[in-house]
């Protein structure tokens, strides 16, 4: 299995993020994947330790994971060819945003105010309320 087959899975990308925020015991990492059981963890951990996106260090009765940035290299590199593509991509959507809000900010400002009897047409007439008359005693 290669990086790119062991982080398409879902729990051990989740695993990895969790990884991201600093090291964590097994007994913490099978917490985070409560629809998991331990030993389904522990083969998502021996498949990220294998490609190298993990290590692990005993601390007493306890293993410690944590993440090898470096594992991440590969992922990196190969995203690294693509971003080229996007930042093009990106760079013209932006100007067609910013071209499309402007069109709409000066067809706004063309637009004439309601005179009044067009205003008073779109609103519904109410009539004064009358005041009772008072009673004299």
Do not use: C, K
Not at 17 to 22: I, K, N, Q
Not at 68 to 95: F, M, P, S, V
């Amino acid at each position: 299995m290669d990086v790119f087959e062991a982080v398409a899975e879902p729990s051990r990308r989740a695993l990895l993020d969790v990884l991201a925020e600093g090291e964590r015991s097994a007994g913490e990492l099978v917490a985070t994947l409560p629809g998991l059981t331990q030993p389904a963890v522990s083969r998502h951990l021996r498949v990220l330790r294998e490609v190298g996106l993990v290590d692990v260090r005993q601390d007493g009765q306890r293993r410690i994971y944590a993440l090898r940035a470096d594992g991440l290299a590969e992922i990196d590199e190969w995203i690294g060819r693509h971003r080229r593509y996007w930042t093009r991509h990106l760079d013209a959507l932006e100007q067609h945003l910013a071209t499309r809000d402007e069109a709409r900010h000066e067809a706004t400002r063309h637009v004439a105010p309601q005179d009044e009897s067009t205003r008073h047409e779109a609103t519904p007439h109410v009539a004064p309320r009358q005041s009772e008359p008072e009673e004299t005693s």
